[in-house]
């Protein structure tokens, strides 16, 4: 029993990982969650080649995303967590996959100066970024994949994998210049599906659309234009990636022509085009219908 | 011409507003876009029964907001920006309803000494609330309509405006516990559909639903319940309210029962419930389909 919680008399189960009791904020077993809001020294920077002041990792924040984060193929290396958060992940903290696994129990004091803020959620854990899968990986088994273009926003591409998830979207393809989906603001507006719904990242953009293609995709670039087919005439196709594009521009000419078939939702007059994470889910939502 | 900005030399169209030039932060003209992000005296509160330190004002932000609140039903009474935004305003700025309005341009400095941070969009137009509708009057002609209860969050609120917009949603209906349409957030994330929607708050909730049915509403209750209908077999009615509530409780039980039918977003296992505006555009979506 850690001396520290002598208080807490409720058992705990077996656990599976090992709670280590953290007392001094700068105690270096915790410096993959220190930080968390620093501009350039947050750990879930990407390590980029050349050199980044990131370290690669990925943070989960929360008891559902934790949860999460153990069920993917991810690998939790450690937990950062109050004792009463502690109690409400214990059924997974008894999961064989965190086995030996630190679980940093602190105060809500001592935790909001690692992290450099007041943390509401209780808990963190983190993992390393994994290898990163490829196109044709992700896309093997999948009937309905989203295909991403600037999407530059992370709380858009949190939205999206949220949605993805919920309406029965096989995998994410980013294409160019988009937000990072594991940066962590991304993955807690996800509700923790960034690290559930499989991603991959196009080496060649848009050209890599032609692995879509040998798979006999159909490649449905969503856009406003008045000239598209409605969503529902274009979604009847064995396999279908929706390709999207940052609000505002939308989908480059290139990445437009590259798809098969151009479609719209259907819009009243005098609006704009819908939020890019809403425009997804509707797209989402024909195709399931 | 005024003095201040000598080297503008592009001639301005005929403007039907009056532009006043703003040096001193602390002129007594600009009050009403003084301290916007200031807890407890922000203009944009509601003035309450028993006094409170709002003024009861709606702020509009941007180009393209500004713009939908002058074609709106709110009367705007004053404008605050810099030169370039004045510029680009200008077609609007040239109609009548703005007649002598006072258009206080400062520089970018200067205004955020005003409004107490600096503001990207570079102007603010305001509008004193008016009477607020009722629901009679606001579903009268319409075929569509939301119902919201207990959506706390004035992000989501002014999405699902923007959504409403889009979608060709005829009105919203406040229900209980609900976030205010006019703080400056819903107004920004609507795009300022929130000021061209009409919207009514329940006076009684959610008794006042009956309002709704004498004028042969069909009230769908959507819910993540796996026992509701699908969406798709419950929108088939010449007039139709979607009922939605809080992201997590959902709708209260009382609300539950007191709509016609209840329906559901078809999801995959495992999965939460979606966002409320995310929720609330699939419905729309189905309804225009």
């Known amino acids: 029993m850690p001396g520290s919680h002598p208080s807490r008399a409720d058992a705990l189960p077996d656990l599976a990982v090992t709670v280590v009791d953290i007392d001094d904020p700068g105690d270096p077993r915790v410096d993959d969650f220190r930080d968390l809001n620093s501009v350039d020294r947050r750990p879930d ?23 999460r984060m153990v069920a993917s193929r991810f690998t939790t290396h450690a937990f950062l967590g109050v004792d ?33 803020f007041h943390l509401n959620r209780g808990v963190l854990a983190v993992a390393r970024r994994p290898v990163p899968l490829g196109v ?7 009937r309905t994949v989203a295909v991403l273009e600037g999407v530059n926003d992370h709380e858009n591409i949190g939205s999206i994998f949220r949605n993805a998830a919920g309406l029965g979207v096989d995998a994410v393809i980013f294409g ?7 940066y962590r603001r991304s993955v807690r507006v996800s509700m923790g599906h960034a690290l559930l719904v499989p991603f991959a990242h196009a080496a060649n953009w848009p050209s890599d659309l032609d ?26 196709a064995e396999r279908v990636a929706f390709m999207v594009g940052a609000e505002g521009p939308g989908l480059s000419e290139t990445a ?34």
Do not use: H, Q, W
């Not at 160019?176 to 594991?182: K, M």
């Open 45 to 67: 920077l990407p390590i980029l080649p050349g050199g980044s002041p990131g370290k690669g990792l990925v943070i989960a924040e929360g008891v559902l995303v934790a949860e």
């Open 256 to 289: 437009m022509r590259a798809g098969d078939v151009r479609a719209r939702i259907p819009m009243a007059r005098g609006t704009d085009s819908l939020n890019v994470a809403t425009a997804a889910a509707l797209a989402f939502y024909e195709r399931a219908r």
């Open 211 to 236: 692995i879509l293609r040998e798979k006999d995709f159909r490649i449905i670039s969503m856009t406003p234009d008045a000239a598209a087919i409605p969503l529902s005439e274009a979604v009847d």
């Open 84 to 116: 009463k958060r502690l109690r409400e992940l214990a059924p997974t903290l008894t999961d064989a996959s965190v086995s030996g696994v630190p679980f940093y129990r602190a105060s809500a004091a001592v935790m909001a100066e690692i992290v450099g």
């Open 176 to 182: 160019g210049a988009c937000a990072d989906p594991l």
């Open 136 to 142: 044709a990986e992700v896309i093997e088994t999948a």
